[in-house]
């Protein structure tokens, strides 16, 4: 069965429906598949049989007939001279990017063949590379938001309509991360505290709210765990304390706890709006805990635009098992199949087979991911994906990185040729897609690739038989109404307007764990703990600077890097570094420099900017690194180290040093903050 070896990438209810080319112009209603929480609905316009246009969705209300830039350009994407039509066999050496045309027979033959050699002496050789909170629309309505640890001007375009409604309403809008990014600019106050301090930041903030008595002290009482416990807690951390841990002035963080604590006297809702860049080094996860005990304390969950959003994901009614088949899984008498993080992805390809790690790693088939660029620690990424003995087969629209050291390349199918459904992890609206146009060469969606390859491993049951639209209805059921999704694209979950008004969490008591007593027994701290970076600055004089690879605002991972329009917009590979730092390691702005550190070596121009904190870089990804000054991307700089809670990337606990390479000689176009002003 398929289902016994896991594939890297993520998956995708993606399939195809015959579309007859015909002359006249129409449109078709689909959704945006990208790693973003808006997940926009947007309209094709199809001439011609091509795509020409794609806009949003004027009906959906979430995304108001707006999309961002890239999405924007999808058509020019989809019909992209160098997108992938036809099947690929390497012939040249692996990373060298040298393949022949092969017909989908041949390459389908030759990898059912390999995989069930493999499979047949170990299946599990072959690799596969609080989700609740108060809904998106009410932050409009919020008097306080605080937005922690994203940039939604760049990255949850829709979020921010919300909060510039609530900011013309009178609402004050408090922007928190290192980098002065898009939305601190355009916020009322920034706090640019240290990458991984954001947990000692939260208790500073509720040890202010406990002080002064700020404490809706019967919601506590009523509907939390623990209040004593993190209260004591937050008492172990004064602002001073806050301060030196952050690399913040004292009385910014007294400022912000002021206006919380004026926003609860007058009983005016106040909401975070958590994003994932916390999450991003070793106490990621015990941060997220401090943060989201914030609402708990003042009693914010009790109006519909106060609380906290991180992801509305869980949300949503998915069926899981019809699409996934445990009970195949189950049949087969494997209890568990092997899970390989893909943030370590270097480490396992290079690591032997052993009674600790299990089977070598001797096949991999990467779909809907480009793990050459975006995987940390990308030097050892490559040496993996080089060995000889590795067998690899990618789907994927274009010769990426991670493309040049496959065995095969297979075509597959955009977003706008093939159905899929979405989930939100920034609203609360399934979303429907349809296939726009007929696939472009011979490209065909992911789930028929797989049904091919299942029909030439042998496998018979009826579930490698369906097609895509059931695939579409099976992931909800009756839960949501399917023909809605077909006329409309889009269908709004019902769900309350104040989802913790009176208790009702996602726990075992219903009540909000402020402190866990499961995680107290597993050792890992019934409260949230603050811990230190893997990577802490001034542990390690060869490398003071922290660095930090938030997307640029024109890439999505590392997507959209090869449309023309979008990388001219973006510019080139860029480190942007604080006058300060700058200055006394001799860079000028344009300057070709080399960020390093143990792991590698990463070639850039340098952008001198207050954007960026003193004592922090900013090294924008991710460019694929064939188009790297020296073939290599930011992520040569990352490490494989996993956060505190659910073993994740540690992508922004990193280390590194700074040194000019070359003086300025095509001056980058400082793209700087209006008030920013360098002498």
Request: charged share 20%; glycine share 8%.
């Amino acid at each position: 069965m398929l289902n016994k070896a896991a594939i890297f990438g993520e998956h995708s209810l993606s399939g195809s429906l015959s579309i007859s080319t015909e002359t006249e112009v129409t449109q078709v209603v689909g959704a945006c598949p990208h790693d973003c929480p808006d997940t926009c609905s947007m309209v094709t316009t199809v001439q011609n049989g091509r795509a020409v246009r794609v806009q949003g969705n004027p009906d959906h209300p979430q995304t108001g007939g707006v999309l961002c830039a890239k999405v924007s350009r999808y058509h020019e994407r989809t019909h992209h001279p160098d997108r992938l039509l036809h099947p690929m066999r390497r012939v040249g050496a692996k990373g060298a990017g040298q393949f022949e045309r092969v017909s989908w027979d041949e390459a389908l033959s030759d990898i059912a063949a390999r995989l069930k050699a493999i499979a047949a002496q170990d299946p599990q050789a072959i690799l596969p590379y609080a989700k609740v909170g108060m809904r998106v629309e009410f932050f409009a309505e919020s008097r306080l938001i605080l937005i922690w640890g994203g940039n939604p001007v760049g990255s949850n375009l829709h979020f921010w309509r919300y909060a510039q409604e609530a900011k013309r309403q009178g609402a004050k809008l408090v922007c928190i991360d290192p980098r002065r990014t898009d939305t601190a600019e355009k916020c009322h106050e920034h706090l640019a505290l240290l990458p991984g301090t954001d947990a000692a930041l939260a208790y500073a903030l509720m040890h202010e709210l406990v002080v002064h008595d700020w404490v809706d002290h019967d919601y506590l009482e009523r509907y939390t765990v623990g209040w004593s416990a993190l209260r004591q807690r937050a008492l172990e951390w004064p602002p001073e304390r806050a301060a030196a841990v952050c690399g913040l002035p004292v009385e910014q963080i007294r400022r912000l706890a002021q206006d919380m604590g004026a926003c609860f006297q007058r009983g005016e809702p106040q909401a975070i709006r958590l994003n994932y860049g916390m999450q991003r080094a070793r106490g990621g996860g015990n941060a997220v805990r401090a943060v989201s005990c914030i609402p708990a304390v003042l009693g914010a969950w009790r109006q519909r635009a106060g609380g906290l959003l991180l992801s509305t994901s869980g949300a949503f009614p998915v069926q899981w098992a019809p699409l996934q088949r445990p009970d195949l899984l189950a049949a087969s008498g494997v209890s568990q199949p092997r899970t390989i993080n893909m943030s370590t992805i270097g480490n396992d390809l290079l690591r032997p087979a052993s009674p600790e790690f299990g089977p070598q790693v001797q096949a991999v088939v990467v779909y809907n991911s480009n793990p050459l660029a975006v995987a940390p620690e990308s030097g050892k990424v490559v040496q993996g994906f080089s060995r000889p003995d590795l067998f690899t087969v990618v789907l994927e629209h274009f010769q990426t990185d991670t493309a040049d050291y496959a065995d095969y390349v297979l075509p597959a199918t955009t977003q706008l040729e093939h159905w899929d459904v979405h989930l939100s992890y920034g609203h609360t609206d399934a979303l429907l897609n349809r296939p726009a146009l007929a696939p472009v060469g011979e490209s065909r969606p992911n789930t028929q690739i797989f049904r091919e390859l299942a029909q030439r491993m042998g496998f018979t049951e009826d579930c490698f038989q369906d097609d895509d639209e059931t695939l579409c209805r099976q992931a909800y059921g009756d839960r949501i109404d399917f023909a809605q999704l077909l006329e409309r694209g889009f269908a709004t979950l019902d769900l309350p307007e104040a989802p913790f008004a009176q208790g009702g969490f996602p726990t075992p008591s219903g009540r909000c764990l402020l402190f866990n007593e499961a995680l107290e027994q597993l050792g890992q701290g019934g409260l949230p703990e603050v811990l230190p970076n893997h990577e802490t600055t001034g542990s390690d004089a060869r490398y003071p600077l922290a660095m930090i690879s938030p997307p640029a605002r024109n890439f999505l991972n590392s997507t959209f890097v090869n449309v023309k329009t979008l990388r001219d917009a973006e510019g080139e590979p860029l480190l942007e570094i604080h006058p300060a730092d700058a200055q006394a390691r001799a860079i000028a702005d344009g300057d070709v420099v080399e960020a390093f550190n143990d792991r590698g070596r990463y070639h850039c121009k340098a952008r001198v900017t207050l954007r960026a904190r003193p004592g922090v870089v900013v090294g924008l990804g991710i460019w694929w690194r064939k188009m790297g000054l020296n073939g290599t991307n930011v992520n040569e700089l990352t490490s494989q180290r996993l956060t505190d809670m659910g073993r994740a990337p540690t992508f922004y606990d990193c280390l590194v040093e700074v040194r000019r390479l070359a003086p300025n000689t095509q001056p980058v176009q400082p793209v700087q903050p209006a008030s920013e002003a360098l002498a």
